[in-house]
């Protein structure tokens, strides 16, 4: 399951990734990471049955936690199923089936954003 | 023997008239040879749906009341060209909207029209005796006016070059986007649909041949501009109502970075006369190739990476250099399907004839590059060449030193050899004075990964990496990355004029 992790770093630098893993022993796979010096915005993917567990310890520690489903949407009135998003995509999210239709594995999504600016037809958004 | 298009035509009257895709035609060839492939194939219906920028409309408003001669148009804030007649003007497709730029171009204007969306109509003239009146706005539907016809100056080519990128930075191009470092190949094209890569020698398409464009009965005007069919790069001119067009088949589309164009939807259907036609109908994807062209050098002539075939480009990966690299297409094979198969059933039902060309095109064709009566620029003709340099062990303080004595921000840094191994500038130099734990010497601070250019490159380049790393100054430098110069800015400006300002 993916959780996209928002935190403050204005009351000091607490290692919220760090913190739960410790705390919890579950290891959390980062994804993609925007960290400054005010606040950090961090995806990270986790097994499903330790989601809950992940959550309270880094709401514990002071971040905001979301779950994350299905991050990328396409707009299949505007789609054409060219497939220009399939190689930009870190995630190999798109591929085109044997009828040459685009399909999505959505959740493999990590909202880098690339698709969206590929895509000519303004086919692509991430839900946030 | 010869199977007479008259004859073809009968069979499609009868309604007995056998038709299949281009995409079905090399199976049935290869089943049948090509003597009965020959008797049993009447038509192979080609089809594609890509991007083709270079498309647009003709259009006549009507006459207002009083009259206009409309002397610039505009249409949803997109500028069409009116240097034709009073109420007449052309849309390109690649036009951008004054106000919305290319989120918004000629394509969009011509979907919504298609889509049956109304689309503002905005005029000015100086007035004349006959056409007191300066200026009018209105709201037009599609069917309000007297005459839309889609006039498309180059559609369908033949094949199109693969597009990668090594340079270092994601390029956003009208070949969509390529990742840095070679990380993707993007191709457009139909392949085994192509029209054009079915009848490569232009026997059976001509001009005045009819075709369908963007769901409309079209026609075949001629060649393209700078089509090349010589070097399998050929195009065609094509033509159609857009009255009669589909919003399935006609899409407005932006290129970041690039701009609006638009995707049309062509198909040709090839009568099967002889042998020579179910020879190129034959054609599949891997006897296609086409080469895969290095993006990231912004010059005319592109280095080839490698040549592939549409095979290869479908599969989804190509191996370059030992690495597998992921392919996307631009255009839509789905589409080019679509297109192909509404084609094969206007002629299954009745609804389209063939005819040969009116007008045969030249096979042999080919187009050279734009005569330029001057050269471009080079950066060894504006470079500063009396330059202060520093060597990299020398201490900070000699650098802010010379950073002073030659009234410059950048100090290029030179190794024991000569060679430019670094840059530093004066905000180096400030930083290094608040922040005193970095070392003593210029190679401590100075920044290693130079943006730099060479006496030979087009200014326009150079300047293009300026703005592109928002930095002010290029060290010019040889093949051996001895330093020769310096461009800056400054050097841009009395170029360019006020035109280049940073
Ligand atoms: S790039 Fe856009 S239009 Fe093309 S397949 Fe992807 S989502 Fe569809
Ligand atoms: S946002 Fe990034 S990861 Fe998600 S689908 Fe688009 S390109 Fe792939």
Redesign the pocket.
């Known amino acids: 399951m993916k959780l996209l992790v928002t935190f403050s770093r204005k009351g000091g630098h607490e290692p919220v990734i760090a913190r739960t893993v410790k705390e919890t022993g579950v290891l959390i796979n980062v994804e993609r990471a925007h960290i400054d010096s005010h606040a950090g915005e961090v995806l990270i993917d986790v097994p499903d049955e330790y989601a809950q567990t992940v959550c309270r310890s880094m709401v514990g520690a002071g971040a905001n936690v979301k779950v994350l489903e299905d ?2 949407v396409r707009d299949e009135n505007e789609c054409i199923d060219c497939g220009a ?1 399939i190689s ?7 591929f085109l089936d044997e009828n040459w239709n685009l399909q ?1 594995h ?1 959740e ?9 600016v ?1 895509c000519p037809h303004n086919a ?1 958004s ?1 839900l946030e | 023997m010869h199977k007479s298009i008259d004859l073809i035509n009968e069979r499609i009257r009868d309604g007995n008239a056998r038709v299949v895709s281009a995409e079905e035609m090399p199976d049935i060839v290869q089943e049948l040879g090509e003597e009965r492939a020959l008797e049993e194939v009447d038509v192979v219906t080609t089809g594609t749906f890509g991007a083709m920028c270079s498309s647009g409309a003709f259009f006549n408003f009507g006459h207002a009341d009083p009259p206009i001669r409309m002397e610039r148009i505009w249409l949803n804030d997109v500028e069409a060209y009116a240097g034709i007649a009073a109420v007449d003007a052309y849309l390109g497709a690649a036009s951008d909207s004054d106000t919305q730029g290319i989120e918004y171009g000629g394509a969009h204007v011509l979907e919504d029209l298609v889509a049956g969306n109304p689309v503002e109509l905005r005029a000015l003239s100086r007035g004349t005796d006959c056409y007191p009146r300066k200026t009018i706005t209105t709201e037009l539907y599609l069917e309000d006016m007297n005459h839309a016809i889609m006039c498309n100056p180059r559609n369908a080519f033949q094949r199109y070059a693969a597009a990668t990128n090594t340079s270092e930075r994601t390029l956003h191009t009208y070949m969509g986007t390529l990742l840095p470092h070679g990380g993707n190949i993007s191709f457009s094209g139909a392949g085994t649909l192509s029209p054009l890569a079915n009848d490569p020698h232009l026997r059976v398409i001509g001009s005045g041949v009819p075709i369908f464009l963007c769901g409309a009965r079209g026609m075949v005007v001629g060649d393209g501009t700078q089509s090349s069919p010589g070097s399998q790069f050929g195009n065609l001119m094509t033509t159609g109502d857009l009255q009669e067009m589909s919003y399935d088949f006609l899409r407005a589309a932006t290129f970041t970075g690039y701009g609006a164009t638009l995707y049309v939807g062509v198909g040709i259907p090839l009568p099967v006369i002889d042998i020579g036609v179910v020879r190129s109908t034959a054609v599949r994807d891997e006897d296609i190739s086409t080469p895969v062209v290095d993006y990231g050098v912004p010059r005319r002539d592109r280095p080839t990476v490698r040549t592939v075939t549409y095979q290869d480009l479908k599969s989804g990966v190509i191996e370059i250099d030992g690495e597998e690299v992921r392919t996307s297409s631009l255009s839509s094979f789905r589409k080019a399907r679509e297109v192909a198969g509404e084609l094969a059933r206007w002629i299954e039902t009745g609804q389209m004839l063939l005819s040969m060309p009116t007008r045969t095109l030249d096979a042999t064709r080919t187009v050279h590059p734009i005569r330029e009566t001057a050269q471009a620029p080079r950066v060894k003709e504006i470079m500063e060449k009396n330059v202060v340099s520093i060597a990299e062990d020398e201490e900070i303080r000699t650098a802010a030193k010379n950073l002073l004595r030659g009234e410059t921000n950048h100090l290029p840094v030179l190794n024991g050899e000569g060679k430019l191994v670094g840059i530093v500038t004066t905000y180096d130099i400030s930083k290094a004075v608040v922040r005193p734990d970095s070392g003593p010497r210029v190679r401590d601070i100075m920044t290693r990964k130079v943006i730099k250019t060479s006496p030979d490159e087009p200014v326009d380049i150079a300047a293009r990496k300026l703005e592109q790393h928002n930095i002010s100054a290029l060290p010019v430098v040889d093949e051996s990355d001895r330093l020769l110069g310096m461009l800056t800015a400054i050097d841009l400006g009395k170029l360019f004029g006020g035109r280049w300002r940073r």
């Open positions: 991050a990328v998003c930009v995509c870190p995630q190999d999210v798109f999505l959505a493999r999504c990590v909202l880098c954003g690339k698709c969206v590929a692509l991430i």
